[in-house]
């Protein structure tokens, strides 16, 4: 994974709430087997309108996406941050995220800076005001500024840190193999198995 | 048995026990967790980028033995014997064979009689037991907490990671207990509770909690009821839903494929009955609903917090204090084509659809039956009665129902998710309305342009006959003749008819 430790670039306003990943991207765009090539799925009901707010030049080529609460709600689909990831966005900020959501956007370096909703109204005003301004996230200092706006934003501290190393997790994790094989060797003997298949044990019952 | 690691000190809630008993390493200094995963359920779309991380790391999986693949998402509910339509769905399908091949997973194929949808497989085979944790790259999988098991969604690289590692880093949950107390009303069922529950706390009134559906209307319910509202915690923002196992729990999973025999068995229900939440264990959160006052559930909006008893109207926007939820309300009601104030009863609509991971089990089937048996579907209504499961499928064939619903002038199908999510050609028109038993209000979930209303299998039976959305109380005052069971064994207590 890449590091990440600031991003600075031009912000998209979405001015919507409970922006569910159906809407981030329909379920029709899951069926490749790949981890890219999902920039044109984004948002593809939405972008069928002109006048949604991706369609509007003076949007285009936006690094940051700054949405209303519960962004990324619904589906675990990692679709969802591979599409935003795909279209061009390295950072999504929101007043509160799907759980499923910002874990996936964790694990694929696309930031998901939780800023509390008064200062993304704060945001917003900016970049409406002037769609060409810098903004930058900043990983280090937990902030979002704006020409002589600066706002803080929450990430849990874990995440941070492998966002700002660039860690991959299953390697983390792969440190800790003695724990797992220790803990596998107490685990009941009864508890399921999925291996090898076994048919009712009573006659009658499914 | 070793499974309880050194128990916390004090009462802890069903969450915290199961949370505890999974801990391979303690998070330190802010670091999350490691969490064992018992068990691994996989489907054809969120598998694929894993399986190819995997290659390209040269990792096996783990534990193929704690891992089950099924195929729902995609397939087709006609002709399944034919060579799927859809090029792009069938290279999924063919791609999950071949990673399950190659890795030596165990896969139940469209076709095979234990194929059907992930979350309705699971529990049938008897492998979703109590206390243990259990997870599929599907938000959905908050439903097998209906067993006192730890269960919840995760992405793609999540999915990766179990298959690599059979364990997860996480943060621990927060608690919420969700009180139902009281007896439902014939006609009113588990789907109209979290219906309800998900209206009273919001979309994301769960975020960051594990809920445990507690009190006595929940104990009275089946399994089928109880995985129908541990399905959509999700949907209330939360990962995970627990019910405490209990005699129920036990009567449904004796004899089932992979449920412990013999003494093992007694061994597993000794350990099963230590999971319910200590007397004065603590919640970091606690709601309270009243079920003797609850009736049949209708969403409205284009989330499934946007809902209200079906007698009530169209709420009005401008009545809305918060102003996000205001112009959520506004949007919503200008997707959906609706006026505020209008009585929902009024609402008509063009298609039903009876099935999803929410409610597709023979009990769900059995309730749909029990409303429409000797009637017809309204003029112009498209109804689709798509079973969870091939067994399922099955079961309902040996007691007649498909010949109910066939009369009654519903399509019967093949199991798989079809119209929850219309991946596969099951999908709406642009403008097409639909009663739906499933669990996702979403813009366009069931086809681009589709308007979705939220509902019990209940609802969904008295709305194909009526044509416009309406609860089962409605045929009563229709005065048409009732249904022979006219309270279908679908909220009583009891052990689980198999």
């Known amino acids: 994974?890449?590091?990440?430790?600031?991003?600075?670039?031009?912000?998209?306003?979405?001015?919507?709430?409970?922006?569910?990943?159906?809407?981030?991207?329909?379920?029709?765009?899951?069926?490749?087997?790949?981890?890219?090539?999902?920039?044109?799925?984004?948002?593809?009901?939405?972008?069928?309108?002109?006048?949604?707010?991706?369609?509007?030049?003076?949007?285009?080529?936006?690094?940051?996406?700054?949405?209303?609460?519960?962004?990324?709600?619904?589906?675990?689909?990692?679709?969802?941050?591979?599409?935003?990831?795909?279209?061009?966005?390295?950072?999504?900020?929101?007043?509160?995220?799907?759980?499923?959501?910002?874990?996936?956007?964790?694990?694929?370096?696309?930031?998901?800076?939780?800023?509390?909703?008064?200062?993304?109204?704060?945001?917003?005003?900016?970049?409406?005001?002037?769609?060409?301004?810098?903004?930058?996230?900043?990983?280090?200092?937990?902030?979002?500024?704006?020409?002589?706006?600066?706002?803080?934003?929450?990430?849990?501290?874990?995440?941070?840190?492998?966002?700002?190393?660039?860690?991959?997790?299953?390697?983390?994790?792969?440190?800790?193999?003695?724990?797992?094989?220790?803990?596998?060797?107490?685990?009941?003997?009864?508890?399921?198995?999925?291996?090898?298949?076994?048919?009712?044990a009573e006659s009658g019952s499914l | 048995m070793n499974d309880a690691i050194a128990p916390a000190s004090g009462p802890r809630t069903l969450a915290e026990k199961v949370w505890d008993a999974h801990l391979?390493?303690?998070?330190?200094?802010?670091?999350?967790?490691?969490?064992?995963?018992?068990?691994?359920?996989?489907?054809?779309?969120?598998?694929?980028?894993?399986?190819?991380?995997?290659?390209?790391?040269?990792?096996?999986?783990?534990?193929?033995?704690?891992?089950?693949?099924?195929?729902?998402?995609?397939?087709?509910?006609?002709?399944?014997?034919?060579?799927?339509?859809?090029?792009?769905?069938?290279?999924?399908?063919?791609?999950?064979?071949?990673?399950?091949k190659e890795f030596g997973i165990r896969l139940h194929s469209l076709g095979d009689k234990e194929q059907g949808i992930v979350h309705v497989v699971g529990p049938q085979l008897g492998l979703t037991q109590p206390g243990i944790t259990v997870v599929c790259g599907d938000s959905h999988t908050s439903t097998h907490g209906a067993f006192g098991a730890m269960a919840f969604g995760i992405g793609t690289s999540e999915v990766e990671h179990v298959m690599a590692t059979q364990t997860l880093p996480l943060k621990p949950f927060k608690t919420m207990a969700i009180n139902v107390e009281g007896s439902l009303r014939p006609g009113v069922t588990a789907k109209d509770i979290i219906l309800a529950v998900i209206a009273k706390i919001g979309t994301g009134g769960g975020q960051g909690y594990v809920l445990e559906y507690r009190g006595s209307a929940?104990?009275?319910?089946?399994?089928?009821?109880?995985?129908?509202?541990?399905?959509m915690s999700i949907e209330a923002g939360a990962r995970a839903g627990m019910v405490a196992p209990d005699e129920t729990t036990f009567a449904y999973l004796k004899g089932r494929a992979h449920a412990p025999q013999g003494a093992d068995w007694v061994e597993a229900v000794a350990y099963w009955r230590t999971l319910p939440t200590d007397e004065g264990a603590v919640f970091d959160a606690e709601v309270f609903i009243d079920a003797d006052e609850l009736e049949p559930f209708v969403t409205w909006g284009t989330n499934p917090g946007q809902g209200v008893s079906l007698s009530d109207v169209v709420p009005d926007p401008a009545s809305i204090d918060d102003q996000h939820e205001r112009a959520a309300a506004e949007r919503a009601l200008e997707y959906m084509a609706l006026e505020p104030g209008t009585p929902l009863k009024q609402v008509k609509v063009d298609a039903v659809f009876m099935g999803s991971c929410t409610n597709s089990r023979i009990e769900d089937l059995r309730a749909f039956a029990s409303i429409?048996?000797?009637?017809?579907?309204?003029?112009?209504?498209?109804?689709?009665?798509?079973?969870?499961?091939?067994?399922?499928?099955?079961?309902?064939?040996?007691?007649?129902?498909?010949?109910?619903?066939?009369?009654?002038?519903?399509?019967?199908?093949?199991?798989?998710?079809?119209?929850?999510?219309?991946?596969?050609?099951?999908?709406?028109?642009?403008?097409?309305?639909?009663?739906?038993?499933?669990?996702?209000?979403?813009?366009?979930?069931?086809g681009k342009g589709g308007r979705t209303h939220l509902v019990s299998p209940l609802v969904a039976a008295a709305t194909a006959i009526r044509g416009t959305l309406s609860s089962p109380w409605d045929l009563e005052r229709d005065g048409a003749p009732g249904p022979e069971t006219p309270v279908p064994a679908y909220s009583t207590s009891g052990a689980e008819e198999k």
């Open chain 1, 1 to 200: 994974m890449e590091k990440i430790s600031t991003v600075t670039g031009t912000a998209v306003p979405l001015r919507r709430s409970n922006v569910d990943t159906d809407q981030i991207i329909p379920a029709v765009f899951l069926k490749r087997v790949t981890k890219t090539g999902f920039d044109d799925a984004l948002f593809h009901a939405w972008r069928q309108d002109p006048e949604f707010i991706l369609n509007r030049p003076e949007y285009r080529g936006a690094s940051i996406l700054v949405a209303g609460p519960d962004f990324g709600t619904g589906s675990s689909r990692e679709h969802a941050v591979w599409a935003l990831r795909d279209y061009g966005f390295r950072v999504v900020v929101s007043s509160r995220f799907g759980d499923i959501f910002r874990g996936n956007a964790g694990k694929q370096g696309l930031l998901a800076a939780q800023v509390a909703y008064e200062d993304i109204e704060r945001i917003w005003e900016v970049i409406e005001a002037d769609p060409g301004i810098a903004v930058t996230v900043d990983l280090v200092e937990r902030t979002v500024s704006a020409g002589a706006l600066t706002v803080p934003f929450d990430i849990d501290d874990y995440t941070r840190w492998r966002l700002l190393e660039g860690l991959d997790d299953i390697g983390l994790t792969l440190r800790d193999e003695q724990a797992i094989a220790e803990f596998e060797s107490h685990r009941a003997a009864w508890r399921p198995k999925t291996l090898p298949i076994r048919e009712p």
């Open chain 2, 24 to 100: 391979v390493k303690k998070g330190e200094d802010g670091t999350p967790d490691l969490i064992y995963i018992d068990l691994h359920l996989v489907h054809e779309v969120t598998s694929p980028q894993a399986f190819d991380g995997l290659r390209l790391a040269g990792r096996p999986v783990r534990r193929p033995d704690l891992t089950i693949a099924t195929e729902d998402h995609n397939t087709p509910t006609l002709d399944i014997d034919k060579p799927i339509a859809d090029l792009t769905s069938r290279t999924q399908i063919e791609t999950l064979r071949r990673n399950a």
């Open chain 2, 218 to 231: 929940i104990r009275a319910l089946s399994m089928d009821g109880r995985m129908t509202i541990c399905n």
């Open chain 2, 372 to 446: 429409v048996q000797g009637r017809k579907k309204a003029d112009g209504v498209r109804v689709m009665v798509v079973p969870g499961s091939a067994r399922v499928r099955l079961e309902a064939e040996a007691e007649g129902l498909d010949k109910v619903f066939e009369e009654f002038g519903a399509e019967w199908r093949f199991a798989g998710c079809s119209m929850c999510l219309g991946m596969n050609p099951d999908q709406l028109a642009p403008g097409e309305r639909c009663a739906s038993t499933s669990n996702r209000n979403f813009e366009g979930r069931q």
